[in-house]
């Protein structure tokens, strides 16, 4: 089955404790990207990638980190994180191919509920 | 960059009616305008898009339009149904890959 995975999908931390989301795809998908989702705010891009060892900041980097060592895996780490780090955050693969499909439609894991405490 | 406004923030329509959500965004390169959906607790996911060399496109109940000289797109909804309540994001890239950036999502509930 087609499918991104993250872990965990609940997380109860506290300030300074470093971190490590995980987000696997087995799509074969080249981009990938980290989002947190808060009230009002919608989806913010945190991270994104175009391909393996190729990765760029979005709206919101500040106080997270990403590796892209393989094109199947892209984990969020979070060296110290604080309070205002309490969120939702998703991960997502797209193809970026053209033709009857969506060329850059965004494929979402479950999500991983944060908070810092 | 892109900058991506969305209303209303909020939506309550009786079942059977219509639901319309409208975005802005910013920048005229813009070229992709996706809609995901994003029900109570479950990820979001894509329902409906459309390219910057379309100016409507439907699915079933859904439809989007898109005004490339205003540089505003909205949602469709026809004839609602319990089961479109939810959140709605609206979105544009410039990008032929993914780089999305998202309105601030409008929550519908529709009431039996």
């Known amino acids: 089955e087609a499918q991104v995975t993250q872990n965990p999908r609940y997380l109860i931390t506290v300030t300074g404790k470093k971190l490590t989301v995980t987000c696997s795809q087995n799509m074969n998908h080249e981009y990938m990207s980290w989002y947190r989702q808060d009230p009002g705010l919608g989806l913010r891009q945190i991270y994104y990638s175009m391909n393996v060892e190729v990765t760029d900041k979005g709206d919101v980097p500040e106080g997270y980190k990403v590796s892209r060592k393989e094109k199947r895996n892209f984990p969020l780490i979070l060296e110290s994180p604080s309070p205002n780090q309490t969120s939702l955050y998703f991960c997502?693969?797209?193809?970026?191919?053209?033709?009857?499909?969506?060329?850059?439609?965004?494929?979402f894991g479950p999500g991983t509920r944060l908070t810092v405490l | 960059g892109e900058n991506v406004e969305q209303h209303p923030s909020t939506l309550s329509v009786q079942e059977g009616d219509s639901a319309v959500i409208k975005c802005t965004y910013s920048?005229?390169?813009?070229?992709?305008f996706p809609w995901y959906k994003q029900e109570l607790g479950k990820r979001p996911q894509l329902i409906i898009d459309?390219?910057?060399?379309?100016g409507e496109k439907k699915d079933q109940r859904i439809a989007v339009t898109l005004n490339k000289t205003a540089k505003h797109f909205s949602l469709h909804i026809t004839e609602t149904q319990p089961e479109d309540s939810a959140v709605y994001f609206c979105?544009?890239?410039?990008?032929?890959?993914?780089?999305?950036?998202f309105g601030a999502g409008t929550q519908v509930v529709v009431t039996p």
């Open positions: 920048d005229s390169a813009s070229n992709y």
């Open positions: 979105a544009a890239s410039m990008d032929s890959w993914g780089k999305l950036q």
């Open positions: 459309i390219r910057s060399n379309v």
């Open positions: 997502a693969s797209s193809s970026g191919t053209s033709g009857t499909k969506p060329y850059n439609e965004q494929f």
